[in-house]
């Protein structure tokens, strides 16, 4: 369930670049991006990418074009085209590709390579360099990255158990309103872990996260009333 949800993210990163692009002209991109803009190669990429009939082999040669020349952006979406969208997938190759980006700051490829060595996607599972990515990218905040940090913390996967660090992480991105999280810190609230125990702060926050569909969060008020 987690890896279709990690997956999925990279699918809603890649078309919420589609509204921005519908008006600009496939020709005035193609100008730009073959005179060399590593920015428009990027949005003639997604052009074919996202189009009602895409053309993944276009898509990533223009990502390539701007990858090859260390954009960051081109690195990540050409390293999510190896992880999702090629037949078959290629994920040592999306993990170059992702760690490219990563290091130079890139927070949504910092969570993707994240996902991999947590998942063991194209790697050996490895929790304490997941959570490096992760911490890297949730400074940035990027609340998928948020969340996964405090359930590392909860759990004591790839660092020592730590509760406090857990409700911090789980609190950045229930602030970002990502209900999952939100039921995470209830849930804290509720047993006292890294926190003082408060059954009204943990009401609250359960409300938030059932008012945005979490049926975990529905379950656990209804419990505490």
Known sequence: MRTSRALLSVLIT???????????????????????????????????????????PEAMKWFRMAADHGYADAQYRLGGMYDVAVIPQSPAEAIKWYTLAAKQGHKDAQYRLGVMY?????????????????????????PEAQFRLGEMYEKGLGVPRDYASAMKWYLSAAQQGRPEAEYKVGYLYEKGMGTSPSKQDAIAWYQKSSGHGYPDATDAMKALE
Not at 28 to 47: F, N, S
């Open 14 to 56: 890649f078309a919420a670049f589609f509204q921005g692009l519908a008006q600009t002209g496939i020709t005035e991109l193609t100008q730009k991006a073959t005179a060399g803009d590593p920015a428009a190669q990027v949005d003639l990429g997604m052009k074919y990418a996202l189009a009602a009939h895409r053309n993944i």
């Open 118 to 142: 947590d998942q063991a996607r194209g790697t050996t599972q490895d929790y304490a360099e997941a959570a490096r990515w992760y911490q890297r990218a949730a400074v940035q905040k990027r």
